[in-house]
């Protein structure tokens, strides 16, 4: 073990973690927005809607920006905290970012491969049952020109904001709390809570309300911090929230998604208690499918994190 390990050192003051967080969340994020405030500006002074906030705050057509557009200008702030990221991580904790994903290996992208294939054929299956059991609640919305675009961005921009959520807390900020704590339960716990947290403005929050959504998030960090943590290191969860996000992107949408765009379905209605039963499933079943691929050790959960240093063999008795 060595991804949680890689942080027992002398460069995880508070005040560290606390620097890397404002620059990332204050500076970066706002220099990345740059671009989708002006471009707002734009519309407003050239006669878009401006009598009153959208219903969807991340609907940005209200203003007049067609989806793709909008899409791409809300994930250019990730890009902008993804570098600033990778800059600062050296000078700050003296570590890379490799070591941050995986402790310093190489990065196994097999891994990422196959994280993406489990949860994508999951995510998969789930809609083909949709739309055979409830066909008219999905409204095909196909624009091949539009979408290819859509396709396009989702490959190549997308990574950038489900990579920095993932480095960022699977990676980075576990680190730092399995530091703190020596304890892989309670990394665990608190990033998975944090990073639930962090969606709380999400506009799915305020449609269906904060304990009907809040516990969709919890369990997708519960899942992508067990995988982190079983896997040591967080490739798999790479690959987990990056196609968890694209299918979304890509295949299904609907009002008060945070991703609007020119998906291949619009889907109606959205039943959260029913997306929380399929999102368990979805865990059991990677869980148990990842395990037993990679054959971890899930006692593993309870080893304090520490560096252990291999024992020697006694020294030979020396005859005179």
């Given at each position: 073990m060595k991804h949680l390990e890689r942080a027992l050192d002398r460069q995880n003051s508070f005040w560290r973690y606390l620097a890397m967080t404002l620059i990332l969340f204050l500076g970066a994020s706002t220099i990345g927005s740059i671009p989708l405030i002006m471009v707002i500006v734009v519309k407003i002074v050239g006669g878009g809607a401006m009598d009153s906030l959208p219903?969807?705050?991340?609907?940005?057509?209200?203003?007049?920006?067609?989806?793709?557009?909008?899409?791409?200008?809300?994930?250019?702030?990730?890009?902008?905290?993804?570098?600033?990221?990778?800059?600062?991580?050296?000078?700050?904790?003296?570590r890379t970012l490799s070591e941050t994903i995986n402790g310093g290996g190489q990065l196994r992208r097999n891994r990422i491969g196959m994280g993406m294939l489990v949860w994508g054929a999951m995510m998969l299956i789930t809609l083909v049952i949709g739309l055979f059991t409830s066909p008219e609640n999905y409204q095909l919305q196909l624009q091949p020109g539009r979408f290819l675009i859509l396709?396009?961005?989702?490959?190549?921009?997308?990574?950038?904001?489900?990579?920095?959520?993932?480095?960022?807390?699977?990676?980075?900020?576990?680190?730092?709390?399995?530091a703190a704590t020596r304890s892989r339960w309670w990394t665990l716990?608190?990033?998975?809570?944090?990073?639930?947290?962090?969606?709380?403005?999400?506009?799915?929050?305020?449609?269906?309300?904060?304990?009907?959504?809040?516990?969709?998030?919890?369990?997708?960090?519960?899942?992508?911090?067990?995988?982190?943590?079983?896997?040591?290191?967080?490739?798999?969860?790479?690959?987990?929230?990056?196609?968890?996000?694209a299918f979304f992107a890509l295949f299904t949408t609907h009002s008060f998604s945070s991703l609007q765009t020119d998906a291949l379905f619009e889907v109606k209605e959205i039943n959260p208690e029913m997306e929380l039963i399929w999102m368990i499933i979805y865990a059991v079943v990677a869980i148990t499918l990842l395990g037993r691929i990679y054959r971890w050790d899930f006692s593993i959960m309870n080893r304090k994190v520490a560096i252990h240093t291999p024992s020697l063999p006694p020294l030979p008795h020396q005859h005179e």
């Open positions: 219903e969807n705050i991340m609907d940005l057509s209200h203003y007049g920006i067609p989806h793709n557009l909008g899409y791409l200008l809300l994930l250019l702030g990730f890009v902008a905290m993804f570098f600033a990221f990778k800059w600062l991580v050296r000078p700050l904790h003296k396709l396009l961005i989702t490959l190549l921009i997308l990574p950038f904001q489900t990579s920095f959520e993932e480095i960022f807390f699977r990676g980075y900020l576990s680190q730092g709390i399995a716990i608190i990033i998975s809570l944090a990073f639930g947290l962090m969606h709380a403005a999400n506009p799915e929050v305020k449609e269906f309300g904060f304990w009907i959504s809040m516990p969709q998030y919890v369990l997708m960090g519960v899942i992508l911090g067990v995988v982190s943590i079983l896997d040591d290191g967080i490739e798999l969860a790479l690959g987990i929230h990056f196609i968890n996000n």
